[in-house]
Antibody, heavy 117, light 109 residues
Framework: QLQLQESGPGLVKPSETLSLTCTVS??????????WGWIRQPPGKGLEWIGS???????YYNPSLKSRVTISVDTSKNQFSLKLSSVTAADTAVYYC?????????WGQGTLVTVSS | DIQMTQSPSSLSASVGDRVTITCRAS??????LNWYQQKPGKAPKLLIY???SLQSGVPSRFSGSGSGTDFTLTISSLQPEDFATYYC???????????FGQGTRLEIK
């Protein structure tokens, strides 16, 4: 059974860089059939796609976040990562990683990241 | 960018009711429409993909329809575990862009 698990600091200071890693188990991140992505959800609000990556390293970002986002993949560790720079309180959210083909069928449990000094 | 608009934003219904949630795209997305269910504190769960295909393990009381710009999610007979928030998502422009609707909160009447 495929599992995804987010990890990283739960508290980030304003203007710093948020860094999260998603570890995939029970399957290979190098499958040609899937993209791997990050989605976030501010408290009490809806879902926002941040970006996606293919195992080859091709990346796709939400235009509204593109200038601050970097997603990378480490196939040797079966992981992919998110970096979001210059964070503000508006970036406080639950961050999910997910696998997608036609749709996102496997999700991590999510991790709350709070931006505060 | 393709915008997705759900209606209603919230809905009250009773166990056993038939419920329909709609999702409209700002341009034609063919059948590239997915539906998710989210319960408090949990990750979204895929219910329907490609507008009308039921994800494995999802009860058959859930169904989806539509193409082009207008789509619906129908729950034929509400069960207690169905009270949740539902999101539509377009994947027409995937992987370059993915957008969600704003969500529909389904509450117990």
């Amino acid at each position: 059974q495929l599992q995804l698990q987010e990890s990283g600091p739960g508290l980030v200071k304003p203007s710093e860089t948020l860094s999260l890693t998603c570890t995939v188990s029970g399957g290979s991140i190098s499958s040609s059939s899937y993209y791997w992505g990050w989605i976030r959800q501010p408290p009490g609000k809806g879902l926002e796609w941040i970006g996606s990556i293919y195992y080859s390293g091709s990346t796709y970002y939400n235009p509204s976040l593109k200038s601050r986002v970097t997603i990378s993949v480490d196939t040797s560790k079966n992981q992919f990562s998110l970096k979001l720079s210059s964070v503000t309180a508006a970036d406080t959210a639950v961050y999910y990683c997910a696998r997608r083909a036609v749709a996102s069928d496997y999700w991590g449990q999510g991790t709350l990241v709070t931006v505060s000094s | 960018d393709i915008q997705m608009t759900q209606s209603p934003s919230s809905l009250s219904a009773s166990v056993g009711d038939r419920v329909t949630i709609t999702c409209r795209a700002s341009q034609s997305i063919s059948s590239y429409l997915n539906w998710y269910q989210q319960k408090p504190g949990k990750a979204p769960k895929l219910l329907i993909y490609a507008a009308s295909s039921l994800q494995s393990g999802v009860p058959s009381r859930f169904s989806g329809s539509g193409s082009g710009t207008d789509f619906t999610l129908t729950i034929s007979s509400l069960q207690p575990e169905d009270f949740a928030t539902y999101y539509c998502q377009q994947s027409y422009s995937t992987p370059r862009s993915i957008t969600f609707g704003q969500g529909t909160r389904l509450e117990i009447k």
